[in-house]
């Protein structure tokens, strides 16, 4: 994925098909200013319980 809009869509459905929602991801738009870095996915903040959901599914991704 080239496009930063559709990565950090794909990332939301990635997230969403685990049960887990970033409600502020989305496009860093600083980022778009200079032409190095490229652009930058924000992820935002989460709560606890997010934090914890997000670290079991990543966890189980690698067998632990």
Do not use: Q
């Amino acid at each position: 994925m080239e496009d930063v809009h559709e990565c950090a869509e794909g990332l939301k459905g990635a997230l969403k098909a685990n049960g887990i929602t970033l409600p502020s991801l989305g496009v860093d738009m600083p980022s778009f200013a200079g032409d190095y870095p490229p652009p930058l996915v924000a992820l935002g903040n989460c709560n606890m319980a997010t934090a914890r959901k997000l670290a079991e599914v990543l966890y189980k991704a690698v067998g632990r």
